[in-house]
Structures are given as structure tokens and as C-alpha cells.
T-cell receptor, first 113, second 116 residues
Framework: KQEVTQIPAALSVPEGENLVLNCSFT??????LQWFRQDPGKGLTSLLL?????REQTSGRLNASLDKSSGRSTLYIAASQPGDSATYLC????????????FGTGTRLTIIP | KAGVTQTPRYLIKTRGQQVTLSCSPI?????VSWYQQTPGQGLQFLFE???????NKGNFPGRFSGRQFSNSRSEMNVSTLELGDSALYLC???????????????FGPGTRLTVL
């Protein structure tokens, strides 16, 4: 059974700092991995999707990496801003025919102005 | 392009009642998945529908059911509500089987269900 873990559960950093969020999964046979952000009481916003054959994806100040063999992914946020404050979730998908996402527990990020 | 929409946004029900939630996917998306989010269990997969057929199902009791219509809109039904069914219910849509390497899932804002 696939299990996804995110550490730390909460993180506070001063504005302007670079930071890394971690995601680990137990079964390395994944199809893709997706990073989302969730604002309080809201739905999920997709940030980046990495296919199993890729090593990293970039979008603006965000960079996500994937190491399938070690079962790990990181989300790097450069030059953090107060608007980045949210809960960040990673989710893995096992195969193409199955849309099911297995989510991590999330990291609640607070950027201190 | 409009995003995924869910109605209603908020619901209050009492134990024993039943409820129906609705999800309209992004235009052109044929797959709709449902998730339950609670503080204790996090986000858990309920089921996925594609071409009006349930393709995958999570580990939830039979009180949770769904369906998909020919226009890809989906409904989820929970019968005999329990206090533990209080949660944020999210639906997600994707293209599926059209662009296998760009099949991001897009989530709606969710329906907040409170069972009293």
C-alpha cells in the first residue's frame, strides 16, 4: 500500500528566504507526482506535475524534483513571499489507467513578513 | 476556460439524512474523481468516473455512491449520514486517455458538509 509522508508538518520562515519542502513515498513504482497548494477552506491548486521519467519541473519561483529510486520529491520555493503561505500537498499516482491520487499529510507553510 | 465547479458550497444535514453533491468538470474533461478531506484522515480517494462508468473505488462504505452523466458532470451521494461524514468533499477533473503525459488533475473549491 502506497504511503506518502511530508515532513515537517509546519514550517515558518522569514520573507525572502529560499525553502525546501519534502515528500517521501514508499512504493517507487509511480506514474507521476503532483504538488498542490491549498489555502484555508479552499480547494487545491496544482503547482507542478512531474512524470516518472522526469527529474524536475520548474514554474516561476517553484522547482520540483523527483528521485523515484529513493522515493523522494522536493519542492523548492525561491525568494518566499507572504502570498506563499498555504498548505502544500504532494500526491502520487500509480499508473496511467488509474486517476487515484494518494496524498501526503501536507506541510503548512507560513511566510513571516 | 471555466474551472471545476461544485455545488452547493456548504451543506448542513442531520444524522440519518442523505445528501447529493454535484461537480461540473472543466469543458472537455471526461474523468471526474471525488475525494474526502478531514483533519484526521487527510485527503482520501472516494471514486473515479469516466465515460459514465465507475473506474476506480476507494475504501469507503457502500453509503457513498456516485454517477456520471453523458456531459461528464458527476454527482456523489451519501446516504444515512453519520457525524464522521462531516468533511470537505473535493472533485477533480482531468482529460484522461487523451494526453497521457500532461494529465494534470484540476480540483474544484469543494463542498463543505456538516452533519449534526
Amino acid at each position: 500500500k502506497q504511503e506518502v509522508t511530508q515532513i515537517p508538518a509546519a514550517l515558518s520562515v522569514p520573507e525572502g528566504e529560499n525553502l525546501v519542502l519534502n515528500c517521501s513515498f514508499t512504493d517507487s513504482a509511480i506514474y507521476n507526482l503532483q504538488w498542490f497548494r491549498q489555502d484555508p477552506g479552499k480547494g487545491l491548486t496544482s503547482l507542478l506535475l512531474i512524470q516518472s521519467s522526469q527529474r524536475e519541473q520548474t514554474s516561476g519561483r517553484l522547482n520540483a524534483s523527483l528521485d523515484k529510486s529513493s522515493g523522494r520529491s522536493t519542492l523548492y520555493i525561491a525568494a518566499s513571499q507572504p502570498g506563499d503561505s498555504a498548505t502544500y500537498l504532494c500526491a502520487v499516482r500509480l499508473n496511467f489507467g488509474n486517476e487515484k491520487l494518494t496524498f501526503g499529510t501536507g506541510t503548512r507553510l507560513t511566510i513571516i513578513p | 476556460k471555466a474551472g471545476v465547479t461544485q455545488t452547493p458550497r456548504y451543506l448542513i444535514k442531520t444524522r440519518g439524512q442523505q445528501v447529493t453533491l454535484s461537480c461540473s468538470p472543466i469543458s472537455g474533461h471526461r474523468s471526474v474523481s471525488w475525494y474526502q478531506q478531514t483533519p484526521g484522515q487527510g485527503l482520501q480517494f472516494l471514486f473515479e468516473y469516466f465515460s459514465e462508468t465507475q473506474r476506480n473505488k476507494g475504501n469507503f462504505p457502500g453509503r457513498f455512491s456516485g454517477r456520471q452523466f453523458s456531459n461528464s458532470r458527476s454527482e456523489m451521494n451519501v446516504s444515512t449520514l453519520e457525524l464522521g461524514d462531516s468533511a470537505l468533499y473535493l472533485c477533480a477533473s482531468s482529460l484522461k486517455r487523451q494526453t497521457p503525459y500532461k494529465d494534470t488533475q484540476y480540483f474544484g473549491p469543494g463542498t463543505r458538509l456538516t452533519v449534526l
